[in-house]
């Protein structure tokens, strides 16, 4: 058993803006000596989001479609009368989206369905250079 | 430290139908040589999640009628009118509902409340089967 | 490769307030003998949850909100009409906001942003004794 820490750059765009990671994730198990166990893909910072959705743009713009239904851009947030950055409608999306996924895999391939992607969100209100931990455990 | 690989058979109703697979994932963890750890539940597909409820008749209804209040079967979902397959809405419930639940056992067990079970929603528009990974690692 | 279980103890007052733990969860990786590894933060029961936010007075004051919103206190909710407790709304907040976290650490540090911190939520209707399990694996 063994502990593997990788990680993925991504500059985004912001403004909801949903990123496929599958194929970088999944190459990250590759050279390791390990078979079995679990990915937890992590991003620090508290205005994006990671989840799985068919990454085809119908589902994608539905997906960004209801964030801004659920929770408007420009609602009053408190956040923004105190910071004045505007992003407070990011700071409500990420939490309720959560920052992390654990993900398991077999035989070096991670256990995703065919239709099932691995999505970075980026919720904040301007682009932002991404750094995405992948913590690898198995055997 | 061992990491072992075991599944859940499903067949569901679709239809935002909650099943309660509490007693298969705690049975998963017997005869496996190992005490203490975590595991993960994992539903391949993108149109299904994983969670926790207290599973009675009430509450199970009431997590039905909050997705379909916040994200309606009737909307327009730009998903459908690209597939054609209207299930636009199962899509974007699963990805707030997300597809992964890591719950730590001790002593062999898992560390749930009392009133607490591991629930799959399945948000499909027609009857399925799923397939659940329950990945296993400790000592 | 080992496993710790840990526990943080938190008496809350319920109605969404929501508690910072960073420092305690960060904590709990110290003396350990470890160094890289996943951390999953676990609250057993069913009216609770654990997601990470900018721990500033607005974003707390605007996630607040957008359960109260889009869940709210007062809707008709079947769990209430059947156990009298009227926390129905408590329960679906929690299924959404789901019980588990899971954050990766690398050299005895967890991965998290600059401003963001891993909060409880507790969403019932009065106060509860918490305990959150802390699962520890790494090398």
């Not at 985004?12 to 050279?31: A, F, H, M, P, R």
């Not at 679990?38 to 479609?65: Q, R």
């Not at 004045?84 to 070096?108: E, Q, W, Y």
Request: hydrophobic letters at 40%; a neutral charge; aromatic letters at 8%.
């Amino acid at each position: 058993m063994a502990v593997f820490a990788k990680d993925i750059s991504l500059k985004t765009k912001g403004n909801n803006e949903i990123y496929d990671i599958t194929s970088q994730v999944q190459e990250s198990l590759k050279d390791l000596g390990i078979k079995d166990g679990i990915l937890t893909a992590f991003v620090p910072g508290s205005t994006a989001g990671i989840t799985t959705i068919e990454y085809e743009p119908g589902a994608v713009s539905d997906l960004k479609d209801v964030f801004e239904r659920l929770m408007p851009r420009d609602m009053h947030y408190e956040h923004n009368k105190r910071w004045g950055d505007g992003n407070g409608f990011s700071h409500v999306r990420a939490a309720f989206c959560k920052a992390s996924l654990t993900v398991p895999f077999i035989d070096r391939k991670l256990t995703l369905g065919t239709w099932q992607q691995i999505v970075l969100v980026d919720f904040d209100n301007r682009p932002r250079d991404r750094r995405i931990i992948l913590q690898i455990i198995g055997e």
